[in-house]
Antibody, heavy 122, light 111 residues
Framework: QVQLVQSGADRKNPGSSVRVSCKAS????????ISWLRQAPGQGPEWMGG????????RYAQKFQGRLTITADQSTTTADMELTNLRSEDTAIYYC???????????????WGQGTLVIVSS | QFVLTQPPSVSGAPGQRVTISCTGA?????????VHWYQQLPGTAPKLVIY???DRPSGVPDRFSGSKSGTSASLAITGLQAEDEADYYC???????????FGGGTKLTVL
């Protein structure tokens, strides 16, 4: 059974960057997309982008193009997300999640990491 | 704000049946993309309860079922239990946005 464990909460100043890590264990890592999603307080999840580790090519939601970088390391079964030029509206819980269909960005997300709270405030 | 539209809240008494709707458009649900449903308890990550419109992951009770027709989908929960009280989200893929889209969520209250 795949488990995803994320790095801890962080507080950042506006204009800075944040990096969140997601360590996978217990299952196949390389062929299933790892996506990053975020959830602002009281709102639904929002897909930010993802990567299929074996291909190494990320895909980003248009909204985050230019500010978001997603990488994956097959040797450590870890995926990272870096969001730059942070603003207060980026305050949210950030989740990594594994895609349900091998080799595809289509499909469901299961499992999810435990979430990482990122607060952007001066 | 959210591409998929869900009612903000639904409620039902223990033992009753409730349904939660999810309305999309021709670029997502109406284009034939599958719909998936998640349950989120307070302070926890979303948990998959229905995938590919009407399939259940192992461990999810058969009280949960899904359906899809046209540009809409529904999640049904029968034999409502107190532990079902949670937020529920639908998700699909949108060809115009080239990515996943979610509904704004529905809060289920068990009376």
């Amino acid at each position: 059974q795949v488990q995803l464990v994320q790095s801890g909460a962080d507080r950042k100043n506006p204009g800075s960057s944040v990096r969140v890590s997601c360590k996978a264990s217990g299952g196949t890592f390389s062929h299933y997309a790892i996506s990053w999603l975020r959830q602002a307080p009281g709102q639904g999840p929002e897909w930010m982008g993802g990567i299929i580790p074996i291909s190494g090519t990320p895909r980003y939601a248009q909204k985050f193009q230019g500010r978001l970088t997603i990488t994956a390391d097959q040797s450590t079964t870890t995926a990272d997300m870096e969001l730059t030029n942070l603003r207060s509206e980026d305050t949210a819980i950030y989740y990594c999640a594994r895609g349900g269909v091998s080799g595809s960005f289509l499909g469901w997300y299961d499992p999810w990491g435990q979430g990482t709270l990122v607060i952007v405030s001066s | 704000q959210f591409v998929l539209t869900q009612p903000p809240s639904v409620s039902g008494a223990p033992g009753q049946r409730v349904t939660i709707s999810c309305t999309g458009a021709g670029s997502n649900i109406g284009a034939g993309y599958d719909v998936h449903w998640y349950q989120q308890l307070p302070g926890t990550a979303p948990k998959l309860v229905i995938y590919a419109n009407n399939d259940r992951p192992s461990g999810v009770p058969d009280r949960f079922s899904g359906s899809k027709s046209g540009t809409s989908a529904s999640l049904a929960i029968t034999g409502l239990q107190a532990e079902d009280e949670a937020d529920y989200y639908c998700q699909s893929y949108d060809s115009g946005l080239s990515g996943s889209v979610f509904g704004g969520g529905t809060k289920l209250t068990v009376l």
